[in-house]
């Protein structure tokens, strides 16, 4: 089954076509890179799917349209960490990610044992138990990323088919973190039901981790495909004006940046 479907979406901002027809689906348990240069219009078609901005042509969520869904249904099906989401002062982090359980609680009721142990669960596995504790807004860069999936993945647990949308997901984290990251992704979406769709800098890593890549340039579709297809010399020397080579290794295409001239 799709899990998710743009079909001819546009979006324009201040007056500015800034997604511009874009098309493209994913499939059930999928995940789909968005990458392109700055400015490109990438955070903006995750918002505009995510239903978060207003948008013209057409977008289902597993053959749904989201604008017909209620509030509480959409956030127990689609979850997006931001960029930079807003960070609420003197909250804790375990609190924070707590919030994520908000689309499953009983009307004017409160979190379950249940819940509560959602979020120790995914605090175990983001390597925050020792964390939970602390002002959110006493966190470094990298240990607020990791909270903002935290709540995100919070928020999915035990709702069946979802998607979860990441806006840049690592790009505060170091190596090492950055890989228990996405191996925990790749094993949610292995194994949990979740499409992932994310967007990422980070051109190799993109590849190694997505089934497909889709590149957006000044808010159009120049390619889409399998990650071999798309890292290729030619398109990123046109699209992001880079001087760099493709080597092929055992993990896919590597993108490694040249210094002009040699
Ligand atoms: N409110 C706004 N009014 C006008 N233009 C906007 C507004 N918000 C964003 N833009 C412009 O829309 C374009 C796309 O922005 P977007 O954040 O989607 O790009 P991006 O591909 O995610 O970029 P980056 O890689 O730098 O994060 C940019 O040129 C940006 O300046």
Redesign the pocket.
């Known amino acids: 089954m799709t899990a998710l479907t743009a079909a001819g979406v546009r979006v324009a901002?201040?007056g500015?076509p800034?997604?511009r027809d874009v098309s493209f689906s994913v499939g059930d348990g999928e995940w789909l890179t968005v990458i392109?240069?700055?400015?490109?219009?990438?955070?903006?078609?995750l918002h505009a799917v995510a239903g978060l901005l207003p948008f013209t042509g057409d977008v289902r969520w597993h053959g749904d349209d989201p604008a017909g869904l209620h509030r509480r249904q959409r956030s127990r099906r689609v979850a997006v960490v931001p960029?930079h989401p807003v960070v609420p002062t003197g909250m804790s982090v375990f609190d924070y990610i707590l919030l994520g359980r908000t689309p499953h609680l009983p009307f004017l009721g409160r979190e379950s044992p249940a819940d509560l142990s959602v979020v120790a669960a995914v605090c175990e596995r983001l390597d925050l138990t020792g964390l939970a504790g602390r002002r959110l807004d006493t966190l470094s860069g990298g240990e607020r990323q990791r909270v903002f999936l935290a709540r995100a993945l919070a928020q999915l647990s035990g709702a069946g088919r979802a998607l979860l949308l990441l806006?840049?997901p690592t790009s505060a984290l170091d190596i090492g973190h950055q890989q228990e990251v996405l191996e925990l992704v790749d094993s949610l979406r292995r194994d949990g039901g979740l499409t992932v769709v994310s967007?990422m800098?980070e051109l190799s890593v993109a590849g190694e981790y997505a089934d497909r890549l889709l590149l957006?340039a000044a808010?159009e579709v120049v390619a889409a495909g399998p990650p071999a297809e798309v890292l290729t010399v030619p398109l990123l020397t046109r699209h992001y004006r880079a001087n760099v080579m493709v080597v092929d290794t055992s993990a896919g295409p590597a993108v490694v940046p040249v210094r002009p001239g040699r």
């Open positions: 901002l201040g500015v800034v997604v392109g240069p700055n400015g490109a219009g990438k955070s903006t078609l960029q806006d840049e967007t800098h957006l808010g």
